[in-house]
């Protein structure tokens, strides 16, 4: 299984962002997904979550209300769509699939490359 995250890129605080992660090499479609971050520094954090479905929805705190996680079954792709942006959200982005119709979990079983996001103040 492959996991290609792209997207990222260089953003003014207060602009927007849409990150995908298309996969291959198996389908997805009952697998929960989702996308983490990390910052210069610091550990992995979990960002997003969507079940197999696109029915249930979870995100960390400090998201909440920014970000919003869907998915693509019949393109076995994921996005993020991250609007006003702070500088603080500055990270690598990990796309991620846990083999459960929907994980609460942080140990997924497949991990993408990462892209990268920076939001300038």
């Known amino acids: 299984v492959q996991l290609q995250a792209s997207g990222g890129g260089l953003v003014q605080a207060g602009g927007s962002l849409r990150l995908s992660c298309a996969a291959s090499g198996r389908d997805l479609s009952s697998y929960t997904m989702g996308w983490f971050r990390q910052a210069p520094g610091k550990e992995r954090e979990f960002v997003a979550a969507?079940?197999?479905?696109?029915?249930?929805?979870n995100y960390v705190d400090s998201v909440k209300g920014r970000f919003t996680i869907s998915r693509d079954n019949a393109k076995n792709t994921v996005y993020l769509q991250m609007n006003s942006l702070k500088p603080e959200d500055t990270a690598v982005y990990y796309c991620?699939?846990?083999?459960?119709?929907?994980?609460?979990?942080?140990?997924?079983?497949?991990w993408g490359q990462g892209t990268q996001v920076t939001v300038s103040s």
């Open positions: 969507v079940s197999w479905s696109g029915g249930t929805t």
């Open positions: 991620a699939a846990a083999g459960s119709s929907w994980y609460l979990g942080r140990d997924y079983d497949y």
